[in-house]
């Protein structure tokens, strides 16, 4: 299959790997900031290939996984409305909350369903307009301009009964965070190529700017990860922090213009707390004032404040990359893709649940 097969091609990562390993470097850290890498990563063993000195973190880049248990719990509250008709991508619906998760509520007989698409929440309003349609809008930059999307047109269809509860994320000022924890000692980043694509590179300059740090956007075919690993080693090894794109494939400099214009008209940057990282300034998205009618925190006063569950899962430390999996004393024993009792474990991006299935100890 043409632009899938080249990047799966044996032979070349071969030569990658073999290239990785003659650069001559001290032991670095690097993080991938995508859940989608982070599988990738497993699922390609790639892990397994590196030199010994390249020394791999995973971090927070899945959305599901940093959502804080507090949402989990207001929507859990939410769904329990008579009128409600609750809509959610299909990761949300194990995330354990105080009294259970969503796919336990569902069995119990709360309307609560799962689409692909906001979108899909236009047809829901209006086959239901005796309901009041509550979607649960959680993601990182590549889902948020579907929900601005969805919120323009159903203005435009002068739906009254379609709304949100908004948790969407945004990448970089977390990286900000992450860069200034000196616990963590970070030499570079893979970057997230879909976030990118949605973005551009710009938005990460400030890696190289104000840190010194070099990042490069890769994709997330072996090939596209093993390129940009020599790419980024490279540029430690020579001291050099710029921002390198190597998914130029998919990701332009200005990203897609777009898709920001929804986001820019529908939405506002705010503080946002992330699961066992805290309260990140400007890293999180809720709609402005023109489209605050779409709030369902608003439209239903309810009073929100987040927090995180304390069930001794260390799921806050593995998201801040200062532990593995492995040193969580309820991974594989109480906690597994099956019963999660963190995030972590319950969507498939999750570091938990990559360690889970692909992870041997040797």
Same mark, same amino acid.
């Given at each position: ?9 044996? =032979?070349?990562? +071969?030569?990658?790997?073999? $290239? &990785?390993?003659?650069? /001559?470097?001290? !032991? #670095? ?123 323009? =047109?159903?203005? +435009?269809?002068?739906?009254? $009964? &379609?709304?949100?509860? /908004?948790?969407? !994320? #945004? ?126 925190? +608003? ?64």
């Amino acid at each position: 299959m043409k632009f899938v097969d080249e990047f799966r091609s044996n =032979e070349y990562s +071969k030569l990658l790997v073999e $290239n &990785l390993k003659s650069i /001559t470097c001290n !032991k #670095i850290n690097i993080m991938e900031v995508c859940g989608s890498h982070t599988m990738a990563i497993f699922r390609y063993g790639i892990r397994d290939i590196l030199p010994p000195n390249v020394n791999l973190i995973s971090g927070p880049g899945c959305p599901v996984c940093v959502t804080p248990q507090s949402y989990i719990d207001t929507a859990l509250e939410l769904s329990s409305r008579k009128d409600v008709i609750m809509a959610s991508f299909g990761d949300m619906m194990k995330i354990p909350g105080r009294k259970g998760s969503l796919l336990k509520k569902k069995a119990e007989g709360a309307d609560i369903r799962i689409v692909y698409s906001p979108m899909d929440c236009l047809i829901i309003a209006q086959e239901n307009p005796s309901k009041q349609i509550i979607f649960l809008a959680v993601g990182f930059e590549t889902t948020a301009p579907m929900t601005a999307v969805t919120a323009i =047109e159903a203005r +435009k269809k002068g739906l009254s $009964n &379609l709304f949100f509860f /908004t948790a969407h !994320k #945004i990448v970089p000022p977390v990286m900000e965070a992450l860069v200034n924890d000196p616990d963590l000692n970070l030499d570079g980043f893979l970057l997230p190529g879909n976030v990118c694509a949605i973005i551009g590179t710009e938005p990460f300059q400030f890696l190289s700017k104000n840190f010194m740090i070099p990042g490069v956007v890769t994709g997330f075919e072996p090939v596209d990860i093993l390129q940009g690993l020599v790419t980024l080693v490279s540029l430690i090894s020579q001291k050099d922090p710029r921002i390198s794109n190597d998914y130029k494939r998919i990701v332009r400099t200005d990203g897609n213009p777009k898709a920001r214009q929804y986001m820019d008209e529908a939405f506002n940057l705010v503080d946002s707390n992330w699961r066992g990282i805290g309260k990140v300034p400007k890293s999180g998205l809720e709609f402005n004032r023109e489209f605050e009618e779409f709030d369902a925190i +608003k439209h239903f006063g309810i009073s929100y404040e987040a927090y995180d569950g304390g069930s001794g899962c260390r799921c806050g430390e593995i998201l801040k990359g200062k532990i593995k999996p492995t040193q969580c004393p309820l991974f594989k024993k109480l906690c597994t893709p099956e019963n999660p009792v963190g995030s972590c474990m319950v969507s498939s991006e999750g570091t938990c649940a990559a360690y889970f299935r692909y992870y041997k100890e040797l």
